[in-house]
């Protein structure tokens, strides 16, 4: 088991010999421990509506001048049949928080994904009451992905301000409590953090990997964080990039409405970080399900997926949102496979398995 400080001195300078090192360790227990196949997990993002204002977000209810859309459910039973055709085993129901998509309508999917298809089906729908993911598992659900984004809580609180679209959202929840309620209505849990976020820093990250291990998580995908220029955390960060006696610095983090104090302190948002952080969570975690996360695939298209693999992910997730509403669900800025149809991105989603030298599921199904 890695201490804090182990963790930490990996953290500290993730580049050169040192994380190639730690990447063939967690590579040569991901080989051990999960085998060499890449499990595949459809993506299938039912809609872009979101009553929150978290402030890195390019979905944000506060952002205008992006068109809305909520898929129907025959549209996501199309996109679910792709992810049986590939011969994929799970689907990922992905979506912000939105008022419009009933408890009863999610029931409905996945009651319909089950009898239609048998795939397992992983929910990622942000924060909703319990009664909601009891109605769910009955309904067939079998895991919950739940970002805690940070387990830094004053820098989680400011980037998850109170107050949504709807002017009714309580202030933030407490993640971990809920990831544990989950577990007990018989979920597999699931979490992970953005790197890189203004703010936070190499000694929050080994915290994270701390709680990762003991929540014992089932499923950790983190990736680099991406500042998307039309949000608030954007442009706090263009101002950070500024020097400390520029003028327009003060003022542009006030417009931003960026107050975190010790704002300054950043870890570099860049795949190696990323690398060492699903390297480390391989060691903490041996058995758990890691992703090689779009955001990682967004940073470098060539060779980023298949990097995250060779460091210990075991985990890829195409995107199977039709191609008309892939850009309206804009997290952040130039998503990979957004112009992609579903069949371009499980054909390169393949290509990378095999480039890193693993075996796609869809070869054994
Ligand atoms: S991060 Fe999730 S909850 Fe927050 S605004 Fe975006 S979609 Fe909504």
């Known amino acids: 088991m890695l201490s804090y400080d182990e963790i930490l001195a990996h953290l500290t300078e993730p580049s050169g010999d040192r994380l190639e090192r730690l990447r063939r360790r967690a590579d040569a227990l991901r080989r051990e421990r999960v085998g060499d196949v890449v499990y595949l997990r459809g993506l299938i993002e039912l809609s872009n509506h979101c009553r929150r204002n978290c402030l890195y977000c390019g979905v944000r209810a506060g952002r205008r001048g992006i068109a809305r859309y909520r898929m129907t459910i025959d549209e996501v039973l199309q996109a679910a049949s792709l992810a049986k055709r590939f011969g994929y085993g799970t689907v990922v129901l992905q979506a912000g928080e939105d008022a419009g998509l009933s408890d009863e309508t999610i029931a409905e999917i996945i009651a319909a994904i089950k009898q239609k298809f048998s795939l397992i089906v992983t929910l990622s729908l942000g924060e909703r009451p319990d009664s909601a993911f009891l109605r769910w598992k009955e309904a067939g659900a079998d895991r919950y992905l739940m970002r805690l984004e940070t387990s830094n809580r004053r820098l989680f609180e400011a980037i998850h301000p109170s107050g949504g679209g709807d002017g009714g959202v309580a202030k933030t929840t407490d993640r971990v409590a809920m990831l544990g309620r989950l577990r007990q209505m018989g979920y597999q849990i699931g979490s992970g953090v953005m790197i890189g976020i203004p703010g936070q820093t190499t000694e929050d990250l080994a915290r994270d990997l701390m709680l990762f291990s003991e929540l014992r998580l089932d499923m950790v995908g983190s990736g680099p964080y991406l500042p998307h220029s039309d949000t608030p955390l954007g442009k706090a960060a263009e101002a950070l990039a500024l020097p400390q006696d520029d003028p327009r610095r003060a003022a542009l983090l006030r417009q931003a409405g960026w107050r975190y104090p010790e704002a300054d302190r950043q870890v570099v948002p860049s795949n190696e970080m990323a690398f060492a952080m699903i390297a480390l969570t391989r060691l903490l975690l041996p058995g758990a399900n890691i992703p090689s996360t779009t955001a990682i695939a967004t940073l470098d298209g060539q060779h980023g997926r ?28 130039n998503k990979a496979a957004t112009l992609e149809t579903p069949d371009q991105t499980h054909a390169a989603a393949i290509r990378q398995i095999r480039d890193a030298g693993l075996i796609p599921e869809s070869d054994r199904a």
């Open 306 to 333: 298949a990097m995250g693999l060779r460091s210990g992910a075991n985990v890829v997730m195409p995107n199977l949102t039709p191609t008309k509403y892939r850009a309206l669900y804009e997290i952040y800025p």
